[in-house]
């Protein structure tokens, strides 16, 4: 059975530094890797997404990830944090010809001035 | 923004009361979701549907029964509601990529579910 991991419940990161959130799968094959972005009240929007190729992919909102098959990780990662990052983010895992996805617990990133 | 639309977006109700909410959805998908959401629990699978009167169960079905007598429209029933239902239902829609079956999924914007 397919699992994911965020390890970090919440993360509280300074206006303007970087940002990693973490997320580990369990998945015997291939898998296909999302991570979303909820603001509080609304629903989950999709941040970025792994299918194949590039390790490296970029998302929406200056976000990019990384897939790393060796440690089952694909990281979400931004360069600068703004006061509107605030949110919580939660990775999803799939796998090619099955139709529903995993999700990790979120990790809930607070922003201080 | 993909068309998903939900109603009620909050409701409040007696235990022991059927209730059902409805996810609307203007994109022609063939899959549809319905989720819980709960702290500490993160987003757990109800019921899902692959087609017109074609569904199946996730992991925290019990209690729950859906319905799909249209594309458009996928219906979640609490048909006795209990407090420990208390929750934001999320309904989420997709397509595969007919290729490599990857489906991507797009999500409502919930309703908030009080059972007292």
């Known amino acids: 059975a397919q699992s994911v991991t965020q390890p970090d419940i919440h993360i509280t990161v300074s206006e303007g530094a970087s940002l990693e959130l973490r997320c580990n799968y369990s998945y015997g094959a291939t898998p296909y890797l999302f991570w979303y972005v909820q603001s509080p009240g609304q629903g989950l929007q999709l941040l970025l997404k792994?299918?194949?190729?590039?390790?490296l992919v970029q998302g929406i909102k200056g976000f990019e990830a990384e897939f790393k098959r060796s440690q089952s990780s694909f990281n979400l990662r931004k360069p600068s944090v703004h006061w509107s990052d605030a949110a919580e983010y939660f990775c999803a895992v799939g796998a090619s010809g099955y139709s529903t996805l995993t999700f990790g617990k979120g990790t809930m990133l607070l922003v201080s001035p | 923004d993909a068309g998903i639309t939900q109603s009620p977006r909050h409701k409040v109700t007696e235990t022991g009361t059927p209730v059902t909410l409805r996810c609307h959805q203007t994109?022609?998908?063939?899959?549809m979701y319905w989720y819980r959401q709960d702290p500490g629990h993160g987003l757990r699978l109800i019921h899902y549907s692959y087609g017109v009167k074609d569904t199946d169960k996730g992991e925290v079905s019990d209690g729950y029964s859906v319905s799909r007598s249209k594309t458009e429209d996928f219906l979640l029933t609490l048909e006795s509601a209990t407090s420990s239902q208390t929750s934001v239902y999320f309904c989420?829609?997709?397509?595969?990529?007919?290729?490599?079956?990857?489906?991507?999924?797009?999500f409502g914007p919930g309703t908030r579910l009080t059972v007292t």
């Open positions: 792994y299918f194949s190729g590039d390790t």
């Open positions: 994109e022609n998908h063939r899959y």
């Open positions: 989420a829609i997709s397509e595969s990529d007919q290729i490599n079956l990857y489906y991507e999924q797009y």
